[in-house]
C-alpha cells in the first residue's frame, strides 16, 4: 500500500514538473493559437465594422462564406489556380529533395563544399529579397525560349492544365529554392538507415541500384511523407501566394469578417489536402505490406 | 576476378566507394543545380555594380565594363541601412534566443515526461504548425493592440518569448524529436545521483542538445530576419527592420522614377539593397555552416 503510495508521488511529481517546464508554451497556445483560432472563427460570421469607438460586429450567419464562393469571383479563382499549380510543385520539389539528398550523401572529393551552397536556398529562399530578383525574370529556365518549348505546351497540353504548368515553369528555379528544408530532412532520414544493412546487402551481390530500391527508398517512406506536409504547409504560407496577397487586401478595405472568413475557408483547404496525403500514404504502406 | 568486372567496379562503384563514372555524372548533375542556387546571386552582385550603360548592353553579361559603387552608397542611403540593421539584427537575435529558450523546455518535456494530456497537447502542437499565419493574422493584429505591443519589437519578438510566433511549432517538433533521441539511462542516472530536474537539464541535456540548438537558432534567425508579413503589418517606422526598408526603398524609387528608362536603373539600386540585406545572414551561415551540416545530420530530424 505504502509502496503505491509512493510511485504515485513520483509521477504526480513528474508531471508536475513536465508542466512547470511547458508553463511558456502552453501560455503562449493559448495566446497565440487558440485565441487567435477561435477569434477569428467567430469574426467570420460577423459584420465586422471599425468604428471611432472599436469594433462593432453583426452576425451575419453564413454570408461571409457565401459571398467567398458566389460574389468574389477573385477568391475562388486564384484559389482553384493555385491549388492545380500547386498539385505539381508539390511532387517537383519533394522528388527533386530525395534526390539531390540522395546525392549529397554519396561518398565523392567536394562534397563539403556542394553542402554549403545546396543549403544556400535555406537561408533565402523566405526572404523579400528572393522575390525581388525573381522578378527580373531571372526564375525561368532559359532552355525554355531556346527551345520554343512554351507554344509546345500550350498547343498539346489540354488548357486546364497549360496553363499552371506555364506558371510553374515560369518559377522553375524558385520551387528548387524552396526545396531547402525538405534536403536537410531527406539528408537526416538518410543518417537513420544503419551501415551494417547495406553491407549485408553488398555482400549477398546487391547492386547499388537494387539497394536503393529495396532498402533506402522503404526506409524513406516516413521522411518523404513527412516532406509532402512540410512542403503542403511551406507553399501555403508562400510569400508569393496571391491568397495571401488578397487576404491582406480584403483585411484593409472590405472588412475583418470577410477576411476571416477567407482564411478559414483556407485553412480548410490545407487541412483537407493534408489529410489526403496521409491517407493516400497509409493506403501505399498497407499495399505493400500485403505484397511482402 | 575478370577484367569485365573489375572495369565495371571502377565504373559504377560498389557499396564501399563510388566508381568514377558515377562521380562524372554526379558532378554534372551537382554542379547545374549548384549553378541554379547561385545564379540570382551572381545575377545581384554583378547587376549592382554596373551604371546605366552597362545595363542596357547585351553584351555585357556578368562582369561590368567600370564598376559603379555609388549604386551601393544610394542603397546603404535609402535602406537607412545602419537603423534598419540595428533593428533586424535586434529582432531577429533576441527572436531566435528566445525561439531556443522556449522551444527547447517544451520539446524536452514532450520528449523525456509522462502528463496527463500529453497526446491533446501534442495534436495541438501540430495543429499549431499547420495553422496558416493568414487564418489568424487578424486576431492577432487586435491582441497586438490591446497588449501595446504595436509598432514594437515586441510585436515579434514577445510571441518567441512563448515558443510561438514564426514556426514556433516547428522548432518545439524538432527539439522533441532530438531530445528523444537521448538514451533514457542518461537522466535517470543523474537524477539517481541526486540531480534536480532544471540540474538534469541544463548540466547534462543542454551540452548534448548543442546541435540542434545551432540549427534552430540559424533557422529562427533567418526566418525572422526575412518574414515581412506580419512584420509590415505590426511593426512601427522607428522600428522597421531591412526587409521593410527594401519595400519602402521601392515605394520611394517608383515615385522617383516613372518613366521606363528610369525603371532599368532602378533596378541596379534594388539589386544593390537587396545584397547589402542578405549580407550579414550570409555571414552567419558561413561562420555557422560547417556545424550546422553537422548538426542538421545529428538533428536526426524527426523519428
Known sequence: MQKRKRRLSIEVREAFSAYALLTPWLIGLGMFVLYPLTYSLYMSFQDVRITGDGMIMKPIGMLNYKNAFLLDNQFSASLVNYLKESLLIIPIIVLFALLVAILLNMKYPGKALFRAIFFLPVIFATGQVLTEIFYQGAAGLSILDQYNIKPYIQMNVPQVFAEPLLAVLDKFVIVLWYSGVQIIIILAGLQTISKPVYEAAGIDGASPWETFWKITLPALKPFILLNTIYTIVDLFTFPFSPILELIKHHMKYTGYGYASALGWIYFSIVFVVIMLVMLFFKRISRHSDNRR | ?303
Open chain 2, 1 to 303: 576476378m575478370d577484367k569485365v568486372v573489375w572495369t565495371q567496379k571502377k565504373l559504377f562503384g560498389t557499396q564501399e566507394k563510388t566508381g568514377w563514372l558515377t562521380i562524372l555524372v554526379l558532378y554534372a548533375i551537382l554542379l547545374n543545380i549548384a549553378y541554379l542556387y547561385l545564379n540570382p546571386i551572381f545575377y545581384m552582385a554583378s547587376t549592382m555594380l554596373k551604371n546605366s550603360v552597362d545595363l542596357l548592353d547585351p553584351s555585357v553579361r556578368w562582369i561590368p565594363r567600370s564598376f559603379e559603387w555609388n549604386n551601393l552608397k544610394l542603397a546603404w542611403q535609402g535602406l537607412n541601412y545602419m537603423s534598419a540593421l540595428k533593428n533586424s539584427v535586434m529582432i531577429s537575435g533576441l527572436g531566435a534566443i528566445f525561439h531556443v529558450i522556449a522551444c527547447a523546455l517544451a520539446g524536452y518535456a514532450f520528449a523525456k515526461f509522462k502528463f496527463p494530456g500529453k497526446t491533446i497537447l501534442f495534436g495541438l502542437l501540430i495543429l499549431s504548425f499547420l495553422i496558416p499565419p493568414q487564418t489568424i493574422v487578424i486576431p492577432l493584429f487586435i491582441l497586438i493592440k490591446n497588449l501595446g505591443w504595436m509598432g514594437t519589437k515586441f510585436a515579434i519578438i514577445g510571441q518567441a518569448m512563448f515558443g510561438h510566433g514564426i514556426r514556433g511549432a516547428l522548432f518545439v517538433i524538432i527539439f522533441t524529436q532530438f531530445f528523444r533521441t537521448l538514451p533514457k539511462e542518461l537522466d535517470e542516472a543523474a537524477r539517481i545521483d541526486g540531480a534536480g530536474s532544471l540540474r538534469v537539464l541544463f548540466q547534462i541535456i543542454v551540452p548534448l542538445a548543442k546541435p540542434a540548438i545551432l540549427v534552430v537558432f540559424l533557422f529562427s534567425f533567418i526566418w525572422h530576419w526575412n518574414e515581412t508579413y506580419l512584420t509590415s503589418l505590426v511593426i512601427g517606422a522607428e522600428n522597421t527592420p531591412l526587409t521593410l526598408s527594401l519595400f519602402n526603398l521601392q515605394t520611394v524609387l517608383q515615385g522617383l522614377y516613372e518613366s521606363e528608362a528610369d525603371k532599368m536603373f532602378n533596378e541596379t539600386i534594388r539589386m544593390a539593397a537587396s545584397f547589402l540585406i542578405i549580407i550579414p545572414p550570409l555571414i552567419l551561415y558561413a561562420i555557422g555552416q560547417r556545424w550546422f551540416v553537422e548538426g542538421v545530420e545529428r538533428t536526426g530530424l524527426i523519428e
